[in-house]
T-cell receptor, first 115, second 111 residues
C-alpha cells in the first residue's frame, strides 16, 4: 500500500528566511511522480513542484526546490526567501503511473510566515 | 480561461436528501476524478473517469455515485447523504496521466 507521511503538522518561518518541509513515502513501485501542493486559505489546490522518480536531479521552481532521496523514500520541500504569501497548508503527494492516476496525499503541514 | 468549476461551492443539507455536486472542465481533458478532504487525513480519491462512459472506484467510493456522459462534466451524486459525508470535495482533471488541475472545492455539511 502506498502511504505518504508528513511528520510536521505545523511549521513557522521568519519572512525572508528558509524553511524545509519533510515528507516520506512508502511504495514498492519503481516509477512514480512526487508533488508538493499548496492550499492557501482560499482552499484552492495549487501545484508547487513535481519530481519524476526516474530523474536524479532535484526539481526547482523559482524559490521552491526539493531534496529527493529515492533510496530513503524522502521528498522534502525547501522554500527560500519566504514571503507572506507562502503561508498555507502544504501537501506532499505521490502518484503511480497506473490506470487510476490516483494521487496519494499526506496529511499536510501548516506553514506560518512571521513578518 | 482554462479552469475546473464546481457547483455549489457551499451546501448544507439533511440526512437522506439526494444531492448532486457538478464538476465541469473546459480543457478537453479525458481524465477526471473526485477527492474528499478531511482534517488529519489529507485528500482521498472517491471515483475517477478515464473518458466518457468509463468510470471506476477510488479509495473511498462508498455512498457515492458518478456518471460521465459528456467529456466536460463529471457530477458527484450522493443518493442518501449521511453526516459522515460532511467534507470538502474537490474535482480534478488532466490530460491522460498528466498533472491534475483542481476545482475550487465544495464544502458540504450533512446534518
Amino acid at each position: 500500500a502506498q502511504t505518504v507521511t508528513q511528520s510536521q503538522p505545523e511549521m513557522s518561518v521568519q519572512e525572508a528566511e528558509t524553511v524545509t518541509l519533510s515528507c516520506t513515502y512508502d511504495t514498492s513501485e519503481s516509477d512514480y511522480y512526487l508533488f508538493w501542493y499548496k492550499q492557501p486559505p482560499s482552499r484552492q489546490m495549487i501545484l508547487v513542484i513535481r519530481q519524476e522518480a526516474y530523474k536524479q536531479q532535484n526539481a526547482t521552481e523559482n524559490r521552491f526546490s526539493v531534496n529527493f532521496q529515492k533510496a530513503a523514500k524522502s521528498f522534502s520541500l525547501k522554500i527560500s526567501d519566504s514571503q507572506l504569501g507562502d503561508a498555507a497548508m502544504y501537501f506532499c503527494a505521490y502518484r503511480v503511473l497506473i490506470r487510476s492516476n490516483n494521487l496519494f496525499f499526506g496529511t499536510g503541514t501548516r506553514l506560518t510566515v512571521i513578518p | 480561461e482554462a479552469q475546473v468549476t464546481q457547483n455549489p461551492r457551499y451546501l448544507i443539507t439533511v440526512t437522506g436528501k439526494k444531492l448532486t455536486v457538478t464538476c465541469s472542465q473546459n480543457m478537453n481533458h479525458e481524465y477526471m476524478s473526485w477527492y474528499r478532504q478531511d482534517p488529519g487525513l489529507g485528500l482521498r480519491q472517491i471515483y475517477y473517469s478515464m473518458n466518457v462512459e468509463v468510470t471506476d472506484k477510488g479509495d473511498v467510493p462508498e455512498g457515492y455515485k458518478v456518471s460521465r456522459k459528456e467529456k466536460r462534466n463529471f457530477p458527484l451524486i450522493l443518493e442518501s447523504p449521511s453526516p459522515n459525508q460532511t467534507s470538502l470535495y474537490f474535482c480534478a482533471s488532466s490530460f491522460g496521466r498528466g498533472d491534475q488541475f483542481f476545482g475550487p472545492g465544495t464544502r458540504l455539511t450533512v446534518l
